[in-house]
């Protein structure tokens, strides 16, 4: 199946694409730390956070929870859920705008072959490792887990590493890229932003409605795709050479005291992904348009930790959490003092680290060489010329 590819007119503007990557790097290393953060949490805490409203159904229940409690669940390394969601609207920015950028028309084999061994070979390792260790959950878990559908089952979507639930999420989002593009061309990439969003009003709304308690229809590719598709119109945008986010970094900072205030709120409850991604959309079209480089010794030193870090996420998001729990306790002694714990934590990080070094270096980097050389050696790539349509 190739598509023809619709682009804007408009030529896109000069890109240091070195500088680029980094700063994605840098991106993708904040969100696997508030991953890593919230599941630290967890493993120390328990289930920290709160679902419990008041009798009116808007706030919730103070009465309920322990001021320690509520105050841990609103510092900025309890959003460890919302890792996930910058990594979906960073997957939705590279997708789209890698394509953009390519100056192709869009080829089903040759995407899905890239997104076949970028995610796959290491995901199957990692599959290997945790159901031979902690077990698959049963013949279903593990069916389910093998075609990456287990998140859309109650059942499988905790079995096996609960953080795989999201990468059946990602691969359901690059099988629903086509439709994007269709949509894109048939009324605009904004246009086409808007008909996904109604999409996902719709399903919130049903949710509601029927009262649906169970986690999978809330974590849906219906009801999560917009988060996706936000990246791809901010890649669009960028392309283009577009501002999103035109003001000072004061504004970014007031947004995220309003949604953290929202977690006391049902709003958070219902919107809170979807009001995050719009947050992170105006973070990165904010730092990516960032000229000025960092002086200080100790800012650069922490930009480029910060981007390694990014660079091996996916490895860490693999391997780090079904035993984190046990490697916190086993570098804080089993000891409860909030220093030691804290420092247990590092030590964790700084272990997911270095596995994490040598699974990109020898599990990740070679798959995706093995998927370029078998697709150029059974199907060489074509380049064709871009029809020169308006979005």
């Known amino acids: 199946m190739t598509l023809p590819r619709s682009q804007p007119t408009v030529a896109p503007p000069s890109i240091d694409l070195r500088q680029h990557n980094e700063k994605i790097d840098v991106l993708r290393g904040v969100a696997i730390l508030l991953v890593f953060s919230g599941h630290s949490l967890i493993a120390i805490f328990g289930d920290y956070d709160f679902i419990d409203f008041s009798p009116s159904g808007l706030w919730i229940d103070f009465s309920r929870f322990a001021p320690g409690r509520v105050v841990l669940t609103m510092t900025p390394w309890a959003m460890g859920a919302h890792g996930v969601t910058l990594f979906l609207v960073i997957s939705g920015f590279l997708i789209h705008w890698g394509f953009l950028k390519s100056g192709a028309a869009f080829r089903l084999s040759e995407f899905f072959n890239k997104r076949f061994w970028r995610i796959y070979p290491p995901y199957l390792v990692a599959l290997a490792v945790f159901g031979l260790s902690l077990g698959t959950g049963g013949a279903f878990s593990l069916l389910t887990h093998l075609t ?84 791809a119109w901010l890649g669009e945008r960028f392309f283009l050479g577009q501002r999103v986010f035109k003001r000072g970094p004061g504004y970014l900072v007031g947004f995220y005291v309003l949604l953290t205030l929202s977690k006391l709120t049902l709003i958070y409850l219902v919107l809170g992904r979807l009001l995050f991604s719009l947050f992170f959309v105006c973070l990165m079209d904010w730092y990516l348009h960032q000229k000025a480089p960092v002086t200080s010794a100790l800012g650069r030193g922490l930009k480029r930790l910060t981007a390694r870090v990014g660079l091996y996420s996916y490895s860490i998001y693999l391997f780090h959490h079904p035993f984190l729990y046990r490697v916190i306790t086993f570098f804080s002694f089993g000891q409860q003092n909030k220093l030691v714990l804290g420092l247990a934590v590092v030590l964790a990080f700084g272990l997911m680290f270095g596995i994490a070094h040598f699974t990109y270096h020898w599990l990740e980097l070679p798959a995706i060489r093995w998927g370029k050389a078998l697709y150029a050696r059974w199907r060489p790539p074509v380049r064709v010329g871009i029809p020169p349509l308006t979005t």
């Open 148 to 231: 990456l559908t287990h998140n859309l089952f109650e059942r499988s979507y905790t079995t096996i590493n609960p953080s795989f639930w999201s990468l059946g999420l990602e691969m359901q989002f690059y099988l629903l890229y086509p439709v994007l593009l269709l949509l894109r061309r048939w009324l605009g990439i904004g246009q086409a932003t808007l008909a996904v969003a109604g999409c996902a009003v719709l399903t919130l709304a049903l949710l509601l409605i029927f009262g649906v308690r169970s986690s999978t229809p809330w974590i849906s590719p219906p009801a999560l795709w917009l988060n996706w598709v936000i990246g």
